[in-house]
């Protein structure tokens, strides 16, 4: 079972609102990603992170930000929610490994979003 | 560019019958492959890898994928099939040298009828 968690599990909040989705693992992993994945769809990546300070944007555009300040904590924050941010919002880790090998992806239940 | 095709949206077979999730995909140079699960309501999870060595990789949960250089494949295979495999499945890659990305496919959503 994987030791890492996203709160809140679900998340309803009206346009223009501030939120911060939360993310903390307990696996001293130096490597965080959030994904986004609409119903059905492939995920993608919005942002990834690897280690303390070190934050990197992903393949897909977000209006999101995120910061890295503990090993164990990634949140994501929206600074003014739009329907357009309705989505699932996935968090995962893994360790860093200069070869890659063994290098597997944990990931949270994650956290969906609703934005009226 | 890296890219992860999963031909079929979804896949329907019946509980006992051998089941196979196809996957392609497209790297500049070697492949990581792997297959995740999303059951409902739950994160994914990972089921197995492919790095190097033998081409049939066995995973968690009774099943495995064979990795295809010559057709670019690695389809995930199960000799016989539980309702309970009921989930979406979704293949990814990582070229070798790209230590920070990994490409996920848009998911296949395997049913298992009783």
């Known amino acids: 079972e994987a030791d890492i968690y996203q709160t809140p599990r679900y998340l309803v909040i009206g346009t223009g609102k501030k939120i911060t989705l939360e993310c903390s693992q307990t696996m001293g992993h130096d490597k965080m990603y959030w994904y986004q994945q609409d119903p059905g769809m492939e995920l993608h990546l919005i942002h990834y992170s690897y280690g303390v300070n070190s934050t990197e944007k992903g393949d897909l555009s977000s209006e999101s930000t995120v910061s890295r300040i503990r090993t164990e904590h990634f949140p994501l924050t929206l600074e003014s929610a739009r329907p357009s941010h309705t989505s699932q919002y996935l968090c995962a880790s893994s360790e860093f490994r200069s070869t890659g090998a063994n290098e597997k992806l944990f990931f949270g239940s994650g956290t969906q979003l609703s934005v009226l | ?114």
């Not at chain 2, 896949?11 to 006992?16: D, K, L």
């Not at chain 2, 999870?45 to 494949?73: H, P, R, W």
């Not at chain 2, 000799?79 to 230590?99: G, I």
């Open chain 2, 1 to 114: 560019a890296q890219s992860v095709a999963q031909p079929e949206d979804q896949v329907n077979v019946a509980e006992g019958n051998p089941l196979t999730v196809k996957c392609t995909y497209s790297v500049s140079g070697n492949p990581y492959l792997f297959w995740y699960v999303q059951y409902p309501n739950r994160g994914l999870q990972f089921l197995l890898k492919y790095i190097t060595g033998d081409n049939l990789v066995k995973g968690s949960y009774g099943f495995e994928a064979e990795f295809n250089k010559s057709q670019t494949s690695f389809h995930l295979k199960k000799p016989s099939a539980l309702v309970s495999d009921s989930a979406l499945y979704f293949c990814a890659v990582r070229e070798k040298t790209s230590y920070d990305k990994v490409i996920f496919g848009p998911g296949t959503s395997l049913s298992v009828i009783p």
